[in-house]
């Protein structure tokens, strides 16, 4: 039972912070959930532990930055539940922080082949899965960032990416509209994951200073919001770049 019953979910980035928070949450909303993620190992534990709580998960390796681990990934995730997923969550990132002037070419490119190229492929390989199959219904839920618009310094390669991904969000509800599936970001601030760990501690207090509620968000609410955009709920709701930061801008 549950709001998302008889649903199959992808979600990349399922091994840790916000992916593995929304691994939870849709499974509790009764969907059945393909965890993915580069660290197979990781991804395996949020599946255990869904399972553990009685939901249905299994966990697949991708490497979202290479169109053939993508494409084998979907293949896996097909096999599984023999259905396509119709909910689509890209949560796999990463960040390489340095000053533009001193941003190795290395740095530049794996930020952007994870969070934009990777967005693309995964959005794209399995839209096309959802429209052979013809399901009614997908949403597709990208992960963008406050940074996107404070465009910090130090992260000309993230931000850049995570303005990136605002764009290809809207693209892509126009392209897929007509096939009935939906498709929007969110623009978390900064949440309390692994990925936000390794953030300095002035950097972080700094940040609660200037948030109006004052405090770092959990992933869990960020996935509540990413419930919302997976469920028939938000039927109408396409194309839009739902800033989710406790108030901070
Ligand atoms: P995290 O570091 O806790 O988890 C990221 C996961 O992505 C990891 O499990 C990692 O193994 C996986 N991953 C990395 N590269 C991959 C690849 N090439 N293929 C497949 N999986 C890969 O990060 P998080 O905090 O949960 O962030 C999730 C998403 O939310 C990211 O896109 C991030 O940019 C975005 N975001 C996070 C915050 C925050 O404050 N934590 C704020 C804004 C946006």
Redesign the pocket.
């Known amino acids: 039972c549950g709001i998302l019953a008889g649903k199959v979910a992808f979600v990349?980035?399922?091994?840790?912070?916000?992916?593995?928070a929304t691994c939870r949450l849709l499974a509790r909303d009764g969907a059945k959930v393909i965890a993915?993620?580069?660290?197979l190992q990781?991804?395996q534990e949020t599946a255990n532990q869904l399972n553990g709580e009685r939901a249905t998960a299994a966990a697949v390796e991708?490497?979202?930055?290479s169109l053939t681990s993508v494409q084998q990934a979907v293949a896996a995730a097909l096999s599984i539940y023999k259905q396509a997923p119709s909910i689509v969550v890209?949560?796999?990132?990463?960040?390489r922080d340095n000053y533009l002037l001193k941003m190795p070419e290395r740095d530049y490119d794996d930020v952007y082949?994870?969070?934009l190229k990777?967005t693309f492929l995964v959005t794209q390989q399995l839209a096309k899965a959802m429209i052979e199959q013809q399901l009614q219904g997908g949403s597709i839920i990208n992960?963008?960032?406050?940074?996107a618009k404070m465009n910090n310094v130090g992260q000309a390669n993230?931000a850049a990416t995570?303005a990136g991904v605002i764009s290809l969000t809207e693209v892509a509800s126009k392209e897929l509209g007509k096939f009935g599936i939906r498709v929007n970001c969110i623009?978390?601030?900064?949440?309390?994951?692994?990925?936000?760990a390794v953030v300095p501690d002035k950097i972080k207090e700094q940040v609660v200073q200037k948030c109006p509620l004052a405090r770092?968000?959990k992933?869990e609410e960020?996935a509540e919001v990413i419930a919302f955009l997976a469920s028939e709920k938000a039927s109408y709701v396409t194309g839009a770049a739902i800033e989710v930061t406790g108030g901070l801008k």
């Not at 991708?62 to 930055?65: P, R, T």
């Not at 992960?143 to 940074?147: C, F």
């Not at 623009?187 to 936000?196: C, F, K, R």
């Open positions: 990349t980035g399922a091994g840790s912070g916000i992916g593995r993915a993620d580069r660290n990781a991804a991708v490497d979202v930055a890209n949560s796999a990132g990463i960040t082949s994870v969070n990777g992960l963008s960032s406050i940074v993230y995570k623009l978390p601030g900064y949440i309390d994951t692994p990925m936000v770092l968000g992933p960020i």
